[in-house]
């Protein structure tokens, strides 16, 4: 039973379960880039259309890149779709959790109209958020609206870390987007941590003890 639930994937019982008491537009939330040692924090907020849901829509995660490539452009062709950042700044500033429930609230407030309820992936609510709000961990494996955000927070991340390679050259951010890999901690400790690396992350703060000062 379990293997068969995991084969099966997230599904839309939620979010029907809300249509059903009225609460017609479900926004799923989820971020990316919680763990690098380098970049922003990316959150998404997706309202899927349910009568027009892109197959294939899983856990960003179990996804081959270009299969996320795929589904980020079904889903941003069908659905309602808005993305906020928090910076390296506010994640060395005020810790990384908090500043990823800060994206995922500006993810919220960006659609184009507000959300009836929102599904978040995780055990914690973003801040301020007044109408419906549920924290579901593994909810990005659970709820199609959910997964979706997923997909587009890793797909907008992984792209932004691409484009931010040439930039900072040396680091491989192209490669593994800022991920603490043995190749990526070689380079900060060969360059030291440039302006896009997350001063309060262990091991990057113990290599720049000065530049704490910045923040």
Not at 39 to 54: K, S, T, Y
Not at 104 to 122: I, K, N, S, W, Y
Not at 126 to 141: L, N
Not at 150 to 177: E, F, T, W
Request: glycine content about 8%; hydrophobic content about 45%.
């Amino acid at each position: 039973m379990v293997g068969a639930a995991i084969l099966a994937g997230p599904d839309y019982r939620e979010e029907r379960r809300l249509h059903r008491a009225g609460l017609r537009r479900v926004a799923g939330v989820d971020e990316a880039g919680r763990g690098p040692l380098a970049g922003p924090v990316v959150a998404a907020a997706v309202v899927l259309d349910r009568r027009n849901i892109p197959e294939g829509i899983n856990d960003s995660k179990l996804l081959l890149p270009e299969v996320r490539e795929e589904l980020f452009e079904a889903i941003c062709a069908t659905a309602e779709v808005a993305v906020a950042f928090s910076s390296v700044a506010m994640i060395d500033r005020i810790n990384i959790r908090a500043a990823s429930l800060v994206a995922m609230r500006r993810a919220l407030c960006a659609l184009p109209e507000p959300a009836d309820a929102v599904l978040v992936d995780g055990k914690d609510l973003p801040p301020g958020v007044t109408v419906m709000c549920r924290a579901i961990v593994g909810g990005d494996g659970s709820s199609l609206s959910v997964a979706a955000a997923s997909i587009v927070a890793k797909v907008v991340r992984d792209r932004l870390m691409r484009r931010c390679d040439p930039a900072y050259p040396g680091y491989g951010l192209a490669s593994h987007k800022g991920y603490s890999t043995p190749t990526h901690k070689r380079a900060i400790l060969a360059l030291g941590p440039s302006s896009i690396h997350r001063r309060s992350f262990a091991p990057v703060g113990e290599w720049a003890p000065e530049a704490t000062d910045e923040h």
